[in-house]
Protein backbone atom coordinates (compact mmCIF):
# COMPACT_ATOMS: atom_id res chain seq x y z
CA UNK A 1 0.00 0.00 0.00
CA UNK A 2 1.22 3.36 -0.99
CA UNK A 3 1.27 6.05 2.12
CA UNK A 4 2.37 9.11 0.38
CA UNK A 5 1.51 10.23 -3.47
CA UNK A 6 2.29 13.24 -5.31
CA UNK A 7 -1.19 15.70 -6.52
CA UNK A 8 -1.54 17.64 -9.74
CA UNK A 9 1.29 20.55 -8.41
CA UNK A 10 3.36 17.75 -7.73
CA UNK A 11 3.01 18.04 -3.72
CA UNK A 12 3.74 14.97 -1.47
CA UNK A 13 0.11 14.32 0.36
CA UNK A 14 -1.14 11.30 3.11
CA UNK A 15 -4.57 10.87 3.81
CA UNK A 16 -6.72 10.60 6.85
CA UNK A 17 -7.88 7.36 5.86
CA UNK A 18 -4.34 5.85 4.97
CA UNK A 19 -3.39 6.98 8.44
CA UNK A 20 -6.12 5.12 10.13
CA UNK A 21 -5.81 2.43 8.50
CA UNK A 22 -1.98 2.28 8.58
CA UNK A 23 -1.97 3.10 12.31
CA UNK A 24 -4.65 0.81 13.46
CA UNK A 25 -6.84 3.59 14.41
CA UNK A 26 -10.46 4.78 13.43
CA UNK A 27 -10.85 6.52 10.98
CA UNK A 28 -13.56 8.75 12.91
CA UNK A 29 -11.26 9.58 15.55
CA UNK A 30 -8.34 10.77 13.07
CA UNK A 31 -10.94 12.93 11.28
CA UNK A 32 -12.32 14.01 15.03
CA UNK A 33 -8.82 15.02 15.85
CA UNK A 34 -8.06 17.34 12.37
CA UNK A 35 -11.58 18.93 13.37
CA UNK A 36 -10.50 20.03 16.55
CA UNK A 37 -7.56 21.08 15.78
CA UNK A 38 -8.40 22.52 12.67
CA UNK A 39 -6.40 25.78 13.12
CA UNK A 40 -3.06 24.07 14.08
CA UNK A 41 -3.46 22.38 10.94
CA UNK A 42 -4.65 25.05 8.16
CA UNK A 43 -1.14 27.58 9.87
CA UNK A 44 1.17 24.42 7.66
CA UNK A 45 -0.87 24.46 4.87
CA UNK A 46 -4.15 24.08 3.22
CA UNK A 47 -6.87 21.32 4.46
CA UNK A 48 -8.02 19.79 1.68
CA UNK A 49 -10.61 16.88 1.68
CA UNK A 50 -12.41 14.55 -0.72
CA UNK A 51 -15.83 12.64 -0.50
CA UNK A 52 -17.07 9.88 -1.74
CA UNK A 53 -19.52 7.43 -1.13
CA UNK A 54 -18.86 4.26 1.12
CA UNK A 55 -19.25 0.86 -0.52
CA UNK A 56 -22.68 -0.67 -0.52
CA UNK A 57 -24.30 2.05 2.10
CA UNK A 58 -24.36 5.16 -0.25
CA UNK A 59 -23.39 7.56 2.26
CA UNK A 60 -21.01 10.39 1.90
CA UNK A 61 -17.52 9.78 3.36
CA UNK A 62 -14.80 12.88 3.83
CA UNK A 63 -11.49 12.26 3.71
CA UNK A 64 -8.63 14.99 4.49
CA UNK A 65 -6.04 15.80 2.07
CA UNK A 66 -2.31 16.31 4.68
CA UNK A 67 1.18 17.52 3.28
CA UNK A 68 4.19 16.40 5.14
CA UNK A 69 4.19 18.69 7.96
CA UNK A 70 0.46 18.11 8.52
CA UNK A 71 0.71 14.15 8.68
CA UNK A 72 3.78 14.89 10.90
CA UNK A 73 1.16 16.57 13.36
CA UNK A 74 -1.80 14.67 13.23
CA UNK A 75 0.76 11.71 14.30
CA UNK A 76 1.98 13.18 17.14
CA UNK A 77 -1.96 13.54 18.77
CA UNK A 78 -1.71 9.89 19.00
CA UNK A 79 -1.16 7.20 21.15
CA UNK A 80 1.83 5.95 21.06
CA UNK A 81 0.44 2.12 20.28
CA UNK A 82 3.13 -0.36 18.34
CA UNK A 83 1.32 0.42 14.98
CA UNK A 84 1.40 3.91 15.64
CA UNK A 85 5.38 3.84 16.08
CA UNK A 86 5.25 1.53 13.18
CA UNK A 87 3.64 3.68 10.82
CA UNK A 88 5.77 7.04 11.87
CA UNK A 89 8.79 5.38 10.87
CA UNK A 90 7.25 3.88 7.55
CA UNK A 91 5.85 7.08 6.79
CA UNK A 92 8.88 9.18 7.30
CA UNK A 93 10.77 7.11 4.69
CA UNK A 94 7.65 7.53 2.41
CA UNK A 95 7.55 11.19 2.30
CA UNK A 96 11.72 11.02 1.95
CA UNK A 97 11.56 8.46 -1.27
CA UNK A 98 8.38 10.38 -2.88
CA UNK A 99 10.84 13.73 -2.18
CA UNK A 100 13.40 11.99 -4.09
CA UNK A 101 10.97 11.06 -6.45
CA UNK A 102 10.10 14.32 -7.39
CA UNK A 103 13.41 15.19 -7.62
CA UNK A 104 14.00 12.57 -10.54
CA UNK A 105 10.68 13.76 -12.15
CA UNK A 106 11.99 16.98 -12.46
CA UNK A 107 14.99 16.06 -14.01
CA UNK A 108 13.20 13.45 -16.46
CA UNK A 109 10.89 16.52 -17.08
CA UNK A 110 13.58 18.79 -18.14
CA UNK A 111 15.36 15.56 -20.59
CA UNK A 112 11.80 15.41 -22.02
CA UNK A 113 11.38 18.43 -23.27
CA UNK A 114 13.23 19.13 -26.26
CA UNK A 115 12.11 15.52 -27.39
CA UNK A 116 8.28 17.20 -26.82
CA UNK A 117 8.85 20.15 -28.80
CA UNK A 118 10.28 18.28 -31.59
CA UNK A 119 7.00 15.80 -31.85
CA UNK A 120 4.97 19.00 -31.40
CA UNK A 121 6.66 20.20 -34.53
CA UNK A 122 6.47 17.37 -36.29
CA UNK A 123 2.97 17.32 -36.19
CA UNK A 124 2.63 20.82 -37.17
CA UNK A 125 4.22 19.67 -40.74
CA UNK A 126 2.44 16.47 -40.57
CA UNK A 127 0.09 15.96 -43.69
CA UNK A 128 -1.57 12.92 -43.35
CA UNK A 129 -2.51 14.29 -39.51
CA UNK A 130 -5.71 13.07 -38.03
CA UNK A 131 -8.41 15.58 -36.51
CA UNK A 132 -6.57 17.32 -32.70
CA UNK A 133 -3.43 15.46 -33.90
CA UNK A 134 -1.93 16.91 -30.81
CA UNK A 135 -4.50 15.66 -27.89
CA UNK A 136 -4.89 12.55 -29.82
CA UNK A 137 -0.99 11.26 -30.28
CA UNK A 138 -0.44 12.75 -26.56
CA UNK A 139 -3.61 10.21 -25.45
CA UNK A 140 -1.90 7.35 -27.72
CA UNK A 141 1.69 8.05 -25.87
CA UNK A 142 0.08 8.36 -22.37
CA UNK A 143 -1.73 5.15 -22.75
CA UNK A 144 1.49 3.45 -23.94
CA UNK A 145 3.59 4.76 -20.82
CA UNK A 146 0.76 3.96 -18.27
CA UNK A 147 -2.70 2.64 -19.69
CA UNK A 148 -4.71 5.21 -18.97
CA UNK A 149 -5.30 8.58 -21.37
CA UNK A 150 -5.15 11.78 -20.14
CA UNK A 151 -8.96 12.04 -18.88
CA UNK A 152 -7.97 8.91 -16.54
CA UNK A 153 -4.63 10.26 -15.25
CA UNK A 154 -6.31 13.54 -14.53
CA UNK A 155 -9.26 12.17 -12.73
CA UNK A 156 -7.09 9.44 -10.59
CA UNK A 157 -4.12 11.93 -10.16
CA UNK A 158 -5.01 15.15 -9.94
CA UNK A 159 -3.17 17.07 -12.75
CA UNK A 160 -3.94 18.87 -15.66
CA UNK A 161 -2.29 18.05 -18.65
CA UNK A 162 -1.87 14.20 -18.26
CA UNK A 163 2.15 14.60 -18.71
CA UNK A 164 2.20 16.33 -14.95
CA UNK A 165 0.70 13.03 -13.69
CA UNK A 166 3.67 10.65 -14.64
CA UNK A 167 6.33 9.26 -12.43
CA UNK A 168 9.53 9.30 -13.11
CA UNK A 169 9.75 6.43 -15.05
CA UNK A 170 6.45 6.67 -16.34
CA UNK A 171 8.35 9.92 -18.14
CA UNK A 172 11.02 7.87 -19.34
CA UNK A 173 8.80 5.85 -21.35
CA UNK A 174 6.72 8.36 -22.75
CA UNK A 175 9.69 9.90 -24.35
CA UNK A 176 10.91 6.82 -25.40
CA UNK A 177 7.64 6.69 -27.22
CA UNK A 178 8.04 10.21 -28.49
CA UNK A 179 11.33 9.49 -30.29
CA UNK A 180 9.83 6.34 -31.66
CA UNK A 181 6.76 8.07 -32.95
CA UNK A 182 8.39 11.17 -34.73
CA UNK A 183 10.56 9.72 -37.43
CA UNK A 184 7.19 7.93 -38.47
CA UNK A 185 5.27 11.09 -38.36
CA UNK A 186 7.98 12.69 -40.30
CA UNK A 187 7.46 9.62 -43.26
CA UNK A 188 3.73 11.23 -43.44
CA UNK A 189 2.40 7.61 -41.77
CA UNK A 190 -1.03 7.18 -41.11
CA UNK A 191 -2.31 7.72 -37.65
CA UNK A 192 -3.64 4.43 -37.77
CA UNK A 193 -0.44 2.78 -38.88
CA UNK A 194 1.39 4.62 -36.27
CA UNK A 195 -0.74 3.46 -33.73
CA UNK A 196 -0.72 0.23 -34.23
CA UNK A 197 3.23 0.10 -35.17
CA UNK A 198 3.62 1.85 -31.71
CA UNK A 199 1.15 -1.01 -30.04
CA UNK A 200 3.12 -3.53 -31.01
CA UNK A 201 6.11 -2.13 -30.21
CA UNK A 202 4.78 -1.90 -26.49
CA UNK A 203 3.61 -5.33 -26.36
CA UNK A 204 6.54 -6.79 -27.86
CA UNK A 205 8.63 -4.73 -25.00
CA UNK A 206 6.36 -5.48 -22.56
CA UNK A 207 6.82 -9.78 -23.02
CA UNK A 208 10.41 -9.30 -23.66
CA UNK A 209 10.52 -7.59 -19.87
CA UNK A 210 8.21 -10.32 -18.52
CA UNK A 211 10.82 -13.07 -20.16
CA UNK A 212 13.84 -11.19 -18.06
CA UNK A 213 11.98 -11.41 -15.19
CA UNK A 214 10.89 -14.90 -15.60
CA UNK A 215 14.62 -16.19 -16.26
CA UNK A 216 16.35 -17.71 -13.97
CA UNK A 217 19.50 -16.58 -12.28
Not at 50 to 76: F, M
Request: aromatic share 8%; charged share 30%.
Amino acid sequence: MNLVYLDGKKEPYTTSEIIAECADVQHHTITRLIRENKDDFEALGILGFKIHKLDGRGQPKKAYILNEQQATLLITYLKNTEPVREFKKNLVKAFFEMRDELSKIREQRALEKPTHKTLNEAISKWDNAPKMAFPTVNNLLLKLSTGKNKAKLTEDRGGKTGLDCLTSVELAKYQAYEKAVIPLIELNMEYGVIRDTCRKFSYESNKKGLRNELKPE
